[in-house]
Every structure is written in structure tokens, then in C-alpha cells.
């Protein structure tokens, strides 16, 4: 079965450290995204792509930053985590086009920057 | 730009009442909208979208275009339905989605 998993699924680091959180998808979905959650703000876009070589940027981008070299993965890299980043990461994928908008999540990785 | 309202941050009712959950969106033209849950350590999921017209769970939602509203509702509450609740909005096409800011429900013994 399709399905998008993220790893790891728990992670502490220190700040000013560069930590980088996978997300894998076997849809074949174009579309991927970034988001982050935390209390009272919901689910916020870091980053997305909407193809190999395509990233744009998201409401909270700062910080972060991704790249896409194949249709499966969207790594997102924080270059130096600070402790305004914990918070627990979701990534997201879908195919696209009218009527094609519906995400599947991954399970979340939950992050702590001490 | 796209934006979607969830005015409350938490709704409490009793097993039996009857749930809704309120969405407004804002958006010039004809969008998506869907609505997502996540229970309680679990991944978020799509629980239904206006297009398919359908019943999960018990849950109905209708697109009211000239209140630009998508309230999520349930005749009678269960335990199970206690999770947070995610309006999303899609413009359509490839585009990204905006999601509310959640409401968490909870459903009272």
C-alpha cells in the first residue's frame, strides 16, 4: 500500500545545531509540503513543491529550507535549530489538479531544540 | 489571498448532543474545502470534502456560499469523535491548501 512516513520520529538537538527531517511518500504524488503545529496556531506551511526541482516558500519559511530531487522525498533542513523551532513537524503529500487537493500526512516528527 | 477562520479553539459537549463545528473562509472564487481530523496522537486525515456530499462518521458538512461558511456538524456526539478538527481550503488546481487553525472537540462522558 501508498503511503508517506517521516523519520525520525523523535528528535532533541541543541541550538545552533543543523538538523534535517526526512519525508518519504510512494504515492507519486507531484505535490509535498511542510508544515508545522503548535498550540494555538494550528498547521502552518514551512515549505512545499509541487515537482522535482520546484520549492517555494511557506508562510513561516525562516530558518528552514528544502530541496526536491525526486518525486518520493522532501527533506526539510532547519540550517542552524534554534529554540523557537520545537514544535512537531508533519509533511504532506498530494496529487494535485481539480478535485485532487486532498492530503495525506505523515505521522509527525516531533522536535525539541534545547 | 485565501483564509480560513475557525472561531473556536475548543468546543465541549455531551455524549448525545448534537456537534458544530464552525468554518468561514474567504476566497473570491470557487474553492475546495474539506475537513481533517486528528485524534489524539494519530496522523491527520481527511474526513470529507464538500465535492463528495457524503456522511463519515455521522459527520455532514455543507458549503454555504453566500455565508462562505463549511460547518462541520453531528447530530449526536460520540466519545470517539473528541479529536481536533482542521477546516482546510483548497483554491483548486495546483495550489496549495490552507488549513484553519483547528478546533479541538471534546466530547463529555
Known amino acids: 500500500d501508498a503511503e508517506i512516513t517521516q523519520s525520525p520520529r523523535h528528535k532533541i538537538t541543541e541550538t545552533g545545531r543543523q538538523v534535517t527531517l526526512a519525508c518519504h511518500q510512494t504515492w507519486n504524488h507531484n505535490n509535498m509540503f511542510w508544515y508545522r503545529q503548535d498550540l494555538g496556531h494550528g498547521l502552518r506551511l514551512i515549505h512545499y513543491s509541487y515537482g522535482v526541482q520546484d520549492t517555494n516558500k511557506g508562510e513561516v519559511s525562516d530558518g528552514y529550507s528544502v530541496s526536491r530531487s525526486n518525486t518520493e522525498d522532501l527533506p526539510l533542513t532547519l540550517e542552524s535549530a534554534a529554540s523557537s523551532q520545537t514544535s512537531v513537524y508533519f509533511c504532506a503529500s498530494s496529487e494535485g489538479g481539480v478535485g485532487k487537493n486532498e492530503q495525506f500526512f505523515g505521522p509527525g516528527t516531533r522536535l525539541t531544540v534545547l | 489571498a485565501q483564509r480560513v477562520t475557525q472561531p473556536e479553539k475548543l468546543l465541549s459537549v455531551f455524549k448525545g448532543a448534537p456537534v458544530e463545528l464552525k468554518c468561514n473562509y474567504s476566497?473570491?472564487?470557487?474553492?475546495?474545502l474539506f475537513w481533517y481530523v486528528q485524534y489524539s496522537r494519530q496522523r491527520l486525515q481527511l474526513l470529507l470534502r464538500h465535492i463528495s456530499r457524503e456522511s463519515i462518521k455521522g459527520f455532514t458538512a455543507d458549503l454555504n456560499k453566500g455565508e462562505t461558511s463549511f460547518h462541520l456538524k453531528k447530530p449526536f456526539a460520540q466519545e470517539e469523535d473528541s479529536a481536533m478538527y482542521y477546516c482546510?481550503?483548497?483554491?483548486?488546481?495546483?495550489?496549495?491548501?490552507?488549513f484553519g487553525i483547528g478546533t479541538k472537540l471534546q466530547v463529555i462522558p
Open positions: 476566497y473570491s472564487g470557487s474553492p475546495e
Open positions: 482546510a481550503l483548497s483554491p483548486g488546481g495546483y495550489q496549495k491548501v490552507t
